[in-house]
């Protein structure tokens, strides 16, 4: 079974831009989640989604935004980026929300300059 | 909001030394779920605990759930050079609350000196 993949896997950005990032989940997981990575603030969690709809949301601006598609398939958005939004952006997919265990992408690296 | 606490954030070891790390949530958590990251890879899932006072064991890992629910601990017995790595802990709170979410401990960076 593949795994989860997410595109693209590197990315530059300027300030003021704004990016898209997509995630496909493992064949049959509905539950998508994403998460940021830095080394000073570690894991944060920034929304999960399930059968479409966001079903639980970290404490982002609202720069930060995410959709997911009838095939489970996810995308994260982010505007205006600013430096501080440089970061690894994993996707994990479960089968369902709050299920056992999720399934980590290898993520996005994004770097704003 | 929930908060976890991990400690140590590192650790350094000689090869063949027990490690252990700690987590500690600031509410009460429905599970708490263990990661591995490998330098430059992702979260890997190692297990899930959901009872009070739970012990599960993988081979050299001992994971354990407090009996109030909001600490935990992962403890490695002989370490090998394979074991480095970041292990993160992260607490799910109470079904449909607004802790819901699982939240991540900071993590400990493991090396091994072989």
């Known amino acids: 079974k593949a795994g989860v993949t997410q595109t693209p896997r590197y990315l530059i950005k300027t300030r003021g831009q704004q990016v898209t990032l997509s995630c496909s989940p493992i064949s049959g997981h509905r539950s998508v989640s994403w998460y940021q990575q830095t080394p000073g603030q570690g894991l944060q969690f920034l929304f999960e989604y399930f059968s479409e709809t966001q079903r639980n949301k970290g404490n982002f601006p609202g720069r930060f935004s995410g959709r997911q598609f009838s095939n489970s398939r996810s995308e994260m958005n982010v505007s205006t980026l600013e430096l501080g939004d440089s970061a690894l952006y994993l996707c994990?997919?479960?089968?369902?929300?709050?299920?056992?265990?999720?399934?980590f992408g290898p993520g996005t690296r994004l770097t704003v300059t | 909001g929930q908060q976890v606490m991990q400690i140590p954030q590192y650790q350094h070891v000689q090869e063949g030394e027990d490690f252990t790390t700690y987590c500690n949530s600031s509410t009460t958590l429905s599970n708490i779920q263990w990661y591995k990251q490998r330098p430059g890879g992702h979260p890997v899932f190692l297990i899930q605990l959901v009872k009070s006072g739970e012990v599960k064991k993988q081979k050299r890992l001992t994971f354990q759930f407090g009996e109030a629910k909001k600490n935990s601990s992962l403890h490695i017995t002989a370490t090998q050079t394979t074991d480095v790595g970041t292990y993160f802990c992260a607490g799910r709170g109470s079904h449909g609350g607004s802790n819901y979410k699982l939240t991540f401990g900071k993590g400990t960076l493991l090396t091994v000196n072989p």
């Open positions: 994990a997919s479960s089968l369902r929300t709050g299920s056992a265990e999720q399934y």
